[in-house]
């Protein structure tokens, strides 16, 4: 109820604006700040980046994945360009004595030089761990799914998906009905 009111005080609100002869978009704007926009801008454009359509096929939802997984990389410019720089300074010597057309993918570095930093290894372990957690939780979804078509008793109850689900909801629904019936089947003393 408050929404259709709110509703319908803004096409009121628009209305009045339209019969001033300003534009309504326009005044809109007016109650927001410019970097109100941007945020509300780059949140929509990520929005859109984000969009996921559903499942279509595994190379898709694969790559989807790996966009997500690209966008998380946040890369360390400074040690890179710190030993970008000191690789070149080490090219320019060693080129000078090894002759023209040196290559600096033949040079072989110092262990120091090119050893990741300790945030860097944490985050590839912690990737590691979530990546070993998150195969083990798809892995015990699937046993359960595995399971949980087979009731009590062992029994497959169904003939395909569509019959398994209509016999849960049936269960769901009926079981604390029936449970006595059965029950009594089971035990051979249903008249």
């Known amino acids: 109820m408050e929404r259709k009111r709110k509703e319908a005080l803004e096409v009121l609100r628009q209305q009045e604006i339209t019969d001033l002869g300003l534009d309504y978009e326009r005044v809109r704007s007016w109650d927001y700040s410019a970097e109100d926009v941007e945020r509300y801008n780059k949140k929509m454009e990520e929005k ?18 790996y966009k997500k997984l690209v966008r998380e990389i946040k890369p360390d410019l400074e040690s890179y360009n710190y030993q970008k720089k000191v690789v070149e300074a080490i090219n320019s010597r060693v080129g000078e004595s090894a002759g023209a057309g040196f290559d600096d993918t033949n040079i072989l570095l110092d262990d120091q030089l090119v050893r990741p930093s300790d945030h860097n290894l944490e985050k590839l372990s912690n990737s590691i761990v979530q990546s070993q957690a998150n195969s083990a939780k798809r ?4 046993i359960k799914k595995a399971n949980r078509d087979i009731n009590k008793t062992g029994e497959v109850t169904y003939i395909n998906d569509r019959n398994a689900h209509f016999n849960r909801k049936i269960a769901r629904a009926y079981d604390p ?3 006595e019936i059965r029950d009594s089947f089971e035990r051979g003393t249903a008249l």
């Open 48 to 65: 859109k980046e984000n969009y996921n359509p559903g499942f279509a096929d595994y190379n898709d939802v694969a790559n989807r994945k």
């Open 139 to 142: 892995q015990k979804a699937s």
């Open 177 to 179: 009905y029936t449970k």
